[in-house]
């Protein structure tokens, strides 16, 4: 059995009150979805995280922030610019466990 390094992907948390209710996780980024974009923008490390803090969510207050947890297992995912990018939604049932965003 193979395991698969998880993922996390940084979100607002009325974005996954959201998604919660459908059952799909459907942001790519701040402000832009998964059909804007055609993929969901994640991180493989906290390093990463950090970067796309600075650079999209600055502006948000961090208790509006979380992490979201990813099992990439059955996921499309595809590493692009060193990013883990899924395309796809999100469905819920892999998230395993969310938490605040602390910088």
Do not use: F, K
């Not at 992907?9 to 832009?32: F, K, M, N, P, V």
């Not at 991180?43 to 803090?53: G, K, N, P």
């Amino acid at each position: 059995m193979t395991t698969h390094p998880t993922i996390h992907h940084l979100a607002l948390r009325t974005d996954w009150t959201h998604a919660q209710t459908t059952g799909e996780y459907l942001i790519s980024t701040l402000g832009r979805t998964l059909a804007q974009e055609g993929y969901i923008h994640c991180s493989r490390d906290h390093t990463q995280l950090r970067t796309v803090h600075d650079t999209y969510y600055h502006h948000i207050a961090d208790t509006d922030l979380i992490i979201l947890d990813i099992d990439p297992t059955g996921l499309d995912i595809r590493t692009e610019n060193g990013y883990p990018h899924l395309y796809g939604p999100l469905p819920t049932t892999a998230v395993t466990a969310t938490r605040p965003y602390t910088p």
